[in-house]
């Protein structure tokens, strides 16, 4: 899911048949950079807050799912402060053969994105739930998961949350999946909740807590998102289809979720990679609430993280080409709400903390 430098000096042809030269317009080399204006960005937002909300169609949920439309966020050195405290309430997944990121939402729960649920639970990537004991391998002893790893090193028991079997919650078209902690075996406390969440200022920056490539957990800010609703992205989005075809032989996107187009997710470019799905993206009020408005979720094209492709045909491919999805937690919400009535209360509505909650 990196970005990485410009490819310089590197022409795509698309064949016209024709032995002529033919001019042609120049070619746009940096797809999806259309991103939300001011204007543009009000209308979505203004959209996505009023358009239905579960069982009630005429406002937001409430509780702690809060509009931050007309809040100015502005980065000053209490908000990093405020930002490395809440870092203490993400983790890093670990299971044999990779690693997730994860953050501590409800009681007792993380959320992640669901197909690192179902790496744990079969590298042959079987459907939840599909098997005789689908939840078993979430108590493997290599399966865990660790708050606050800031420095590389060696891991303890004192360190280490394991899994219950279960799978409170998981969706294919959000690739959200909630899973529940057990009690560390060595007493140590449970790390507090993220409890406040919201759509993004699709025109504003946001700030991602995870763990690329399995390692200590870093920081990467997200500056814009695309917007879909663009003629530019559109033609990106055929382009980049094509070119992936011709470069590969292997389609852009994975249906019927992995795609583009997909209403639950936005659209955006970040530097971090595998390892960091399940990373909250996060913004810091001026009352220093820390609000969760999206979770990274993966990469396309969808082979280009394929350890069964070459080398030599990712080496080649334009890395402006690639683009990274995050997910609507709107639409999190509003599934949640269909399926698990209770856990949605308790992630979106009830108030486990001390951060302070004044009405917006």
């Known amino acids: 899911m990196s970005i990485g430098k410009n490819a310089r000096n590197v022409t795509i042809n698309i064949g016209t048949g024709n032995s002529a030269p033919v001019v042609k317009k120049e070619e746009k080399t940096r797809p999806f950079e259309s991103y939300y204006t001011e204007s543009s960005a009000r209308e979505e937002e203004r959209r996505q807050f009023t358009s239905p909300w579960g069982q009630d169609a005429a406002r937001p949920p409430g509780g702690n799912f809060i509009d931050t439309r007309e809040l100015h966020i502005q980065e000053y050195v209490f908000e990093s ?3 490395v405290d809440a870092a203490r309430w993400v983790c890093m997944i670990c299971f044999p053969g990779g690693s997730g990121t994860g953050f501590r ?3 007792r729960h993380i959320m992640t994105a669901s197909h690192v649920v179902k790496y744990i639970l079969d590298t042959g990537y079987q459907q939840v739930g599909h098997n005789r004991d689908p939840f078993e391998s979430l108590q493997n002893a290599g399966v865990y998961a660790i708050f606050n790893f800031t420095t590389d090193g060696p891991v303890s028991e004192r360190q280490k949350f394991r899994f219950k079997a279960v799978v409170p919650f998981h969706d294919d078209a959000t690739d959200c999946a909630v899973l529940e902690l057990e009690d560390n075996s060595m007493g140590t406390e449970m790390p507090l909740s993220f409890t406040f969440f919201s759509l993004p200022r699709l025109n504003n920056r946001f700030t991602f807590i995870g763990h690329s490539l399995g390692s200590r957990m870093e920081f990467n800010h997200v500056d814009r998102i695309i917007d879909l ?3 530019d992205t559109q033609r990106d989005i055929i382009h980049v289809k094509q070119t992936s075809l011709q470069h590969s032989g292997k ?8 795609i583009l187009t997909n209403p639950n997710r ?4 970040c530097k971090f990679t595998k390892g960091a799905s399940g990373s909250p993206g996060v913004v810091i009020l001026p009352d220093g609430r820390v609000v969760v408005v999206t979770m990274l979720l993966c990469g396309l094209p969808d082979w280009y993280y394929d350890p069964a492709v070459q080398d030599n045909v990712k080496n080649s491919w334009l890395k ?3 683009v990274e999805q995050g997910v609507n937690l709107k639409s999190v919400y509003e599934k949640m709400f269909r399926n698990n009535p209770t856990l949605c209360q308790q992630i979106f509505f009830d108030h486990v903390d001390s951060i302070p909650n004044p009405n917006i």
């Open 81 to 83: 402060g405020v930002r």
């Open 105 to 107: 939402v409800g009681p």
């Open 229 to 231: 609703n663009s003629a």
């Open 266 to 269: 936005f659209l955006f470019h």
């Open 320 to 322: 402006q080409y690639c």
């Open 251 to 258: 389609d852009y996107e994975m249906p019927p979720h992995n």
